[in-house]
């Protein structure tokens, strides 16, 4: 089981560790609903070094990263990044990623842990072009700090303004005296917040700083139990839930970063175009429950005359509704928001509502 | 660890209270830990008669859903009202305020199968 830099700190604080994407990882520390309820209001600090960092460099960067990724990456410019997926020549998902044009000629492809291995031969195997494909995932930790409190913390430990940074873009610099830390205006939580890139032999520094900094504010470590139910309430994508290699990024309402543009050639292009122009017979869609339950990865979702017309792929308590909150396929027929469909959870047929994403308002 | 001396338990972490031929039933310290955060106990089975090691009810955590299972058999005669509103309570006082139900036996002589706090002790080492 492998270690993030943070390992020692996690256990010190108590966090109750599990095993994920081959690493032992804080699920919890002071309880998911606390943690979740201090990113939406306060700050709270996840370590996310688990995830996968590529280098892509050199005259064929672009070219490269134009065709492996379905978002139309030639409108990044240097610190700027983009979301965006590998499409797998079978009209699936290899997985979703984050595009940063960190230089001209050089892009930090960050990828999820359960797939870099996956990612990085499929890159390769893509890599016709003779672009320099660079793996550092093994050198690079991150931290994601986010809720409202998040810049005030943050800026008492640099010098760049931070409140001048917008949404997904990002600025390499000088933070907690550690020189080239990537400070990025990006995260999983809907909260606001930034991710900190940085290396490992810096990273116990730049926790210990952030954790001093925030003192006065409160502070919390957060775990992957909060970083799920945060991302569900926003009905972002976990990757293996929501999206795989068997789910379209059309059906998966990731038409938005799925550009169809003469200069951008890409795998699956003319397929996906179809599927867009001519429909899909599935979508991924919200639904909250109208009855006290909670939706699970896997439960059924019926109509009235319990036929299934789909399958739940992530679920939870919403922390801040306080009902259950889905993500599923659901036939079309049944996708228009308001649409009344049913959760089969046990013995049971709860009522459930489609609705429209995100499931909380945005700060 | 908090494993009262003078309960019983069993080997799905329930600890059991008896008094006379009433049981009273609820999840250890232990397993509430483990859990994490409850978010929803599911009782339904109020007024039915059901055998040792049937399940009685679910309860969910935020990551996780489990079963509950009758340590003894009986009626279930009543079900904790507190907890549809606060089901936190099983964390914050599992053995007190988040008490699950209440069983009338039909063999007192089940509770001889249960274990001691110190069996207890031993399972979850």
Same mark, same amino acid.
């Given at each position: ?363 | ?9 069993? !080997? ?39 055998? !040792? ?67 207890? !002790?031993?399972?979850?080492?």
């Amino acid at each position: 089981m492998k270690h993030t830099a943070f390992y020692e700190l996690h256990k010190e604080l108590g966090a109750k560790m599990v095993p994920f994407a081959g690493y032992e990882m804080p699920i919890e520390y002071s309880g998911i609903t606390n943690e979740h309820m201090a990113v939406r209001n306060n700050v709270g600090v996840f370590d996310v070094s688990h995830m996968g960092e590529f280098w892509v460099k050199g005259p064929k960067a672009l070219d490269f990263v134009q065709w492996v990724t379905s978002n139309d990456a030639s409108v990044l410019t240097v610190g700027k990044a983009q979301y965006s997926c590998f499409p797998n020549g079978k009209g699936g998902i290899v997985d979703d990623l984050l595009v940063y044009k960190y230089e001209e000629d050089k892009y930090m492809l960050v990828v999820n842990a359960a797939n870099i291995e996956k990612d990085w031969a499929w890159c390769n195997e893509q890599n016709t072009m003779g672009a320099e494909l660079e793996n550092a995932s093994d050198s690079i930790s991150q931290l994601a700090i986010q809720g409202p409190n998040a810049v005030k913390v943050l800026q008492k430990l640099t010098d760049i303004n931070l409140s001048d940074i917008p949404y997904y873009s990002f600025v390499t610099g000088k933070f907690a005296g550690v020189d080239n830390v990537i400070i990025s205006n990006t995260g999983y939580t809907g909260a606001g917040g930034f991710e900190l890139y940085m290396y490992n032999d810096v990273a116990v520094k730049i926790w210990k700083a952030i954790f001093e900094a925030g003192e006065e504010e409160g502070i919390l470590p957060v775990g992957l139990g909060a970083r799920d139910t945060l991302r569900l309430e926003m009905g972002f994508c976990l990757y293996g839930n929501d999206i795989d290699d068997t789910t379209s990024p059309i059906e998966a309402g990731l038409g938005w970063i799925t550009k169809f543009v003469d200069h951008k050639d890409f795998i699956d292009k003319e397929y996906l175009l179809k599927q867009k122009e001519e429909g899909v017979s599935r979508r991924l869609r919200g639904f909250i429950l109208e009855e006290r339950g909670i939706p699970r990865h896997g439960y059924e979702i019926v109509n009235e005359n319990d036929e299934k017309i789909g399958e739940v792929t992530s679920g939870a308590m919403s922390p801040v509704l306080k009902k259950g909150i889905g993500l599923g396929y659901v036939k079309t027929g049944y996708t228009k928001f308001g649409t009344e469909v049913y959760i089969r959870i046990r013995n049971k047929k709860l009522k459930a509502q489609i609705v429209k994403l995100p499931f909380i308002k945005n700060n | 660890m908090n494993i009262p001396e003078n309960l019983k338990y069993t !080997k799905d972490h329930e600890w059991v209270s008896i008094d006379g031929d009433i049981a009273t039933v609820g999840i250890t310290d232990f397993a509430q830990g483990e859990l994490g955060d409850i978010v929803f106990v599911e009782i339904e089975t109020e007024g039915e008669t059901l055998d !040792k090691e049937e399940v009685f009810g679910t309860i969910e955590a935020v990551k996780t859903v489990s079963d509950l299972y009758m340590p003894v058999s009986g009626e279930v005669t009543e079900v904790n009202p507190d907890l549809e509103d606060k089901p936190e309570l099983v964390n914050q006082e599992p053995y007190e305020g988040g008490w699950m139900i209440k069983i009338k036996m039909s063999n007192p002589s089940d509770a001889d199968s249960l274990l001691s706090a110190e069996e207890y !002790k031993a399972l979850i080492g």
